[in-house]
């Protein structure tokens, strides 16, 4: 059973900062990518960031120079650093992980979803 867990979200002051955790755990084969989504009420989730196994990150027009992914391999942890964050980056964060449960199938896998709130 592939488990995936974020972490981070909460309540900031416009400029400020919060740094999101993606963790997998569970018995999978091997992860494509890793990457974050984001929800408000009423829209369609979209994408935030997303990384690949070999590294190459793809940014969403609208976080980059602000959001920051990394990704710690060895720990199947993913991070989404957010700095200058702004109102509009209110929404519910999910992390999405593409992965093998088995080593000739792919398989989507989404978190819980964290509640990030920028506000003064």
């Known amino acids: 059973q592939v488990q995936v867990v974020e972490s981070g979200g909460g309540l900031v002051q416009p400029g400020g900062s919060l740094r999101l955790t993606c963790a997998v755990s569970?018995?999978?084969?091997?992860?494509?990518?890793m990457g974050w989504y984001r929800q408000v009420p009423g829209a369609q989730r979209e994408l935030v960031a997303a990384?690949?196994?070999?590294?190459?990150?793809n940014y969403a027009d609208s976080v980059k120079g602000r959001f920051t992914l990394s990704r710690d391999n060895a720990k199947n942890v993913v991070y989404l650093q957010m700095n200058s964050l702004a109102p509009e980056d209110t929404a519910v964060y999910y992390c999405k992980v593409r992965g093998k449960p088995t080593p000739w199938r792919l398989q989507d896998y989404w978190g819980q979803g964290t509640q990030v709130t920028v506000s003064s």
């Open positions: 990384i690949t196994t070999g590294e190459s990150t």
């Open positions: 569970g018995s999978i084969f091997g992860i494509n990518s």
